[in-house]
């Protein structure tokens, strides 16, 4: 369990989407203070690099798993594995997603930004969820949410009636949801969400307008600086954290007032335990 006194080198810190990005940064910031890191990443190229990446800090040697969130079987073989190998898992950063530009379904039948963004890191929380018990969990959720309307029945999408921006803004709504959700359902584990800010990153790599705003625009954030929350909301004393939070810049946040309903997110819950067989 992670408390006041808990040297982060005694933590074992899981975090996807790690390959780059805010999950790299958050990655290299656990594995600098010492905790035992392990790597998940979906390109097998990008994530041995990020492993020399993370490595060269020191401390523990990383693990590293590879794994696409477009397909939940590889999910549950990514469970299966950190099942073998961690008695214990004190932290799991749910980093990985996406955007993409046009509509698609995934092998197992969904949306691919609904899935690769919310029902894989929920199969995958649930999965590890007893060895979670004492630990945290923090899911990256954005205030694009604002753009997007969650809707527990339609998991589905249309193809004549797509929005990449809304598909996004309504899975990173249901972050949020999640995260809540988990609070009130588990209380032996704290669940929260946040904004990392828009980060210069790899974000919408297969729109080649989008890839090169996220690249070169002036403004931007950098990664270590919107995974700043991410690491603070899985080391900070417990009693600073508000349990099923949503958090900007180490703040707690107010999401949109459509996302305060907790009979919504419970009936998302339950639709996306039906979907991904839990």
């Known amino acids: 369990m992670i408390g006041e006194n808990t040297a982060v080198e005694d933590l074992t810190v899981v975090v996807t989407g790690a390959s780059s990005g805010v999950g790299l940064a958050a990655a290299q910031e656990f594995a600098r203070r010492g905790a035992r890191v392990v790597v998940v990443g979906r390109d097998p190229g990008r994530l041995a690099a990020a ?3 993370v490595r060269a800090l020191g401390g523990p040697a990383p693990d590293s798993f590879r794994a696409d969130f477009t ?3 590889e999910v549950r073989e990514l469970a299966s594995h950190l099942l073998d190998r961690y ?7 749910n980093n990985a997603g996406g955007i993409v530009s046009s509509y698609a379904t995934t092998p197992d039948g969904f949306e691919t930004t609904i899935q690769a963004n919310h029902l894989a890191p929920f199969l995958l929380t649930n999965l590890l969820r007893e060895r979670l018990r004492g630990g945290r969990v923090v899911n990256t959720a954005s205030d694009a949410h604002r753009t ?4 527990p029945d339609d998991l589905t999408g249309r193809a004549d009636h797509y929005s990449r921006w809304e598909a996004y803004g309504a899975s990173k709504g249901a972050n949020i949801l999640f995260a809540a959700e988990a609070g009130r359902r588990w209380p032996d584990i704290l669940s929260t969400s946040y904004h990392p800010g828009v980060v210069r990153s790899r974000f919408g790599a297969d729109s080649p307008v989008m890839a090169a705003f996220y690249k070169f625009a002036p403004f931007l954030t950098t990664p270590e600086a919107g995974a700043d929350t991410l690491v603070w909301l899985a080391t900070a004393p417990e009693h600073e954290i508000t349990q099923g939070g949503y958090y900007a810049k180490r703040r707690l946040r107010r999401p949109a007032a459509k996302l305060a309903d907790p009979n919504l997110a419970a009936r998302l819950w339950e639709a996306s335990a039906k ?3 839990r």
């Open 275 to 277: 979907a991904v067989g």
């Open 148 to 151: 997007g309307l969650v809707d």
């Open 87 to 93: 008695p214990r898992i004190d932290v799991l950063a």
């Open 71 to 73: 397909r939940l079987e």
């Open 51 to 53: 492993v020399d990446q």
